[in-house]
């Protein structure tokens, strides 16, 4: 199985600030990676897939980047509607993995 | 409007059963694969079922392996996860979610718990 590892687990963060996020894969999964937006008691929220296109709706403050084994998303300035928990899930193997999440809280 | 609705969920005794559903609209369903994707209390994501769109071929995580089943009715726009032998560790929220024509999950519910407990 491919594992995911999301770091940090939680982060603290001001309103304004630029947040990075980090996923690493176990193995490599070309372009084959995604990142989901949860806020409590909603579903999750696809923000990017394919490493790096953004779903439409959703914005350019979120970016992804990152090839191989190792992926990055970005808020380039934190604003209040953005605290939630992040997670990253590869979709190229079965069986699909998600990471274990980043919580974004409010400094 | 694109949709998709769970339903089914509810307190099991550990060794029961319990069949979730998930009906969709404003789709072509069967051009879809789909998911289920559950959520344990407080914890993280767990994929658990995929069923390709015609219901031919269908994968599933190890630990449900042998005790879930997914299956879809084309006919009706929906989707099942049939669950038998229920543990406590199988207690979690169950989503069910659309894999878009890149394979990324594009489209959720919004879930229905399900408690495993005595």
């Known amino acids: 199985d491919i594992q995911m590892t999301q770091s940090p687990s939680s982060l603290s963060a001001s309103i304004g600030d630029r947040v990075t996020i980090t996923c690493r894969a176990s193995?490599?999964?070309?372009?084959?990676l995604a990142w989901f937006q949860q806020k409590p008691g909603r579903a999750p929220k696809c923000l990017i897939y394919?490493?790096?296109s953004l779903l439409s709706g959703v914005p350019s403050k979120f970016s992804g980047s990152g090839v191989g084994t190792d992926f990055t998303l970005t808020i380039s300035s934190l604003q209040p509607e953005d605290f939630a928990t992040y997670y990253c899930?590869?979709?190229?193997?079965?069986?699909?993995?998600f990471g274990g999440g980043t919580k974004v809280e409010i400094k | 409007e694109v949709q998709l609705v769970e339903s089914g969920g509810g307190l099991v005794q550990p060794g029961g059963s319990l069949m979730l559903s998930c009906a969709a609209s404003g789709f072509s369903f069967s051009a879809f694969f789909m998911t289920w994707v559950r959520q344990t209390p407080g914890k993280g994501l767990q994929w658990v079922a995929d069923i390709k769109g015609d219901g031919r071929e269908n994968y599933y995580v190890d630990s449900v392996k042998g005790r879930f089943t997914i299956s879809r009715d084309n006919t009706k726009n929906s989707l099942y996860l049939q669950m038998n032998s229920l543990s406590v560790e199988d207690t979690a929220v169950y989503y069910c979610?659309?894999?878009?024509?890149?394979?990324?999950?594009?489209?959720w519910g919004r879930g229905t718990l399900v408690t495993v407990s005595s």
């Open positions: 899930q590869q979709y190229y193997r079965y069986p699909l993995t």
């Open positions: 979610a659309r894999r878009s024509y890149n394979w990324y999950f594009d489209l």
């Open positions: 394919d490493v790096s």
């Open positions: 193995q490599g999964i070309s372009k084959y």
